[in-house]
């Protein structure tokens, strides 16, 4: 599902948004949360999963040109850790899919 799938599903389940004011509600959910993990807040929405800011220390790397050694410094990645209901949610369907 793209961000424009998203706006297009929130329209369409809800009549009295227009495109414009889902496309804008969609915006500003997302601008937040991004803001939120830039300063280092954990996001935690019930059923569905967080996320949070993970820490990856500096290590050596190589060059896969060269063969040269390469120092990657420390790196501060977005992670996102699934709800239990979402997990069981997902799982489910697969099976239901798979059989």
Known sequence: MTRSDLVDELASRF????????????????DAMSEALVRGHRIEIRGFGSFSVNRRPPRTGRNPRSGESV??????????????????????????LEG
Not at 16 to 29: C, G, N, P, S, Y
Not at 71 to 96: M, N, S, W, Y
């Open 15 to 30: 009549a009295q948004l227009t495109q414009r004011d889902a496309e804008f509600a969609v915006k500003t959910i997302l």
């Open 71 to 96: 120092q990657i410094p420390e790196k501060r990645v977005p992670h996102f850790k699934p709800g239990k209901a979402l997990r069981e949610a997902v799982d489910q369907r697969t099976r239901e």
